[in-house]
């Protein structure tokens, strides 16, 4: 049985019973749409990100650093900064104090490049919606170009030997033996403190994912099958990076579009294209970049973002090609 | 009262001024005499040991980081560190 069924089951009430609306109708079709995946991506959030959060109470950022730090992994260390970015929230404020303390820690650019990379792309929110919407095969299809492209990205950095475009000031800070005040909390108060970060993720995107979920279910509802393929058909070969330069100014408005290009997928946008503009907009942020100018010289900062941008047009073939 | 050096580090975001407005006020509610600084130097952030804003520290040791802890958690760590002086 899926598991979603209690929600089907209210989505049928609501639509046929509450609203009397005639089934088989546009209007019932979008409404029902609306309904089953608003509750079932909210509850897929709330899930993952107290996951998430629990899982960061006890694995901050600074352990995961003095775990990469503690010996050599002979090249595995790109796929665990990888997985360790996926697990990090990413906060456009957090990532210069990120920067400067993994290249302080001696850990090769490279390999920061690889967790800089991974952590906007692979995030909880993006998660969430992506089983919500497409289902747990195209989710870790995400997940897996992910951390392809930030393993990649970092290799390449690392052999170009570009420390010399890092500003100097961030080779000689030099961090104390960190002292945290960890008190023993107890079971409460983690659940509290989890709770309260899940919630707040939460809350900040709420309004967004319902505005999409509400687009994508008239989309759903009133836009003929197959719709968009006759366009995008039209745009041929350059239908990839059109829609991945499109998506790099949508950056704040992540969470709202992905339920949105569920459904223009359902109506005949290839699912390589669509893959490659939502990874764009979760992962390229023009004002990131600019936040990151502060520690890094402009040539550094253009090869990171040539390489991720490159990366996503080249996952969205790869998949408009095997999908 | 004891001098006690309570920080607060954030580049600026946000929830760095939120916290730092929250722990002024519990600070001003103990005793009217304890400061908070501000920091917005994210150099002296790293060099603490902490990598994500924004930070919440009293006389250097971190009490929070990356996050925005209550008002009564602010307040168990400020008397804390007041009744071990």
């Known amino acids: 049985m899926d598991i979603f069924y209690p929600f089907e089951w209210l989505a049928d009430y609501i639509t046929f019973v509450v609203f009397h609306l005639q089934a088989d109708t546009r209007l019932a079709e979008a409404c029902h749409f609306f309904i089953y995946d608003s509750l079932k991506i909210l509850v897929l959030i709330l899930l993952i990100t107290h996951l998430m959060s629990l899982l960061r109470y006890y694995l901050p950022v600074e352990k995961l650093r003095d775990f990469l730090k503690s010996r050599n992994f002979y090249g595995l260390d790109y796929f665990l900064a990888t997985i360790f970015g996926a697990v990090t929230p990413f906060c456009s404020c957090s990532s210069i104090p990120l920067f400067i303390g993994f290249v302080e820690a001696g850990i090769p650019l490279g390999v920061t490049f690889a967790f800089l990379i991974a952590s906007p792309l692979i995030n909880e929110v993006a998660l969430a919606l992506f089983i919500g919407m497409f289902g747990l095969k195209i989710t870790a299809l995400y997940v897996g170009a992910g951390i392809a492209i930030g393993i990649v990205g970092g290799f390449i950095i690392e052999h170009l030997h570009l420390e010399r475009f890092v500003e100097d000031f961030v080779w000689q800070v030099k961090s104390q033996p960190r002292q945290i005040e960890r008190k023993k909390a107890s079971w409460k108060e983690v659940v509290r403190n989890v709770s309260r970060e899940a919630l707040g993720i939460t809350k900040k995107i709420v309004w967004y994912v319902l505005a999409g979920v509400g687009i994508g279910a008239l989309i759903h509802g009133y836009v003929p099958q197959g719709f968009f393929a006759a366009y995008l058909q039209k745009a041929g070969w350059w239908g990839v990076p059109l829609a991945v330069i499109l998506a790099v100014p949508l950056y704040s408005n992540a969470s709202g579009v992905i339920p949105i290009m569920q459904s223009l997928v359902e109506k005949g946008v290839p699912l390589g294209t669509a893959l490659a503009l939502m990874m764009a907009i979760v992962g390229v942020s023009l004002p990131e970049a600019l936040i990151l100018k502060k520690v890094i010289k402009w040539p550094l900062l253009t090869i990171f973002f040539g390489i991720v941008t490159l990366g996503i047009i080249l996952i969205g073939y790869l998949f408009n090609v095997i999908l | ?85």
Do not use: H, W
Request: hydrophobic content about 40%; charged content about 30%; aromatic content about 4%.
């Open chain 2, 1 to 85: 009262m004891q001098k006690i050096k309570i920080q607060v580090f954030g580049s600026g975001c946000p929830t760095c001024e939120m916290l730092y407005n929250r722990v002024s006020k519990v600070a001003k509610e103990i005793s009217p005499e304890l400061e908070v600084d501000y920091i917005t130097n994210i150099r002296k952030m790293v060099e603490l040991g902490a990598m994500s804003s924004p930070v919440f520290a009293i006389d250097k040791r971190i009490i929070t980081a990356g996050q925005l802890p209550e008002e009564e958690e602010i307040k168990k760590a400020i008397e804390a560190r007041l009744a071990d002086k």
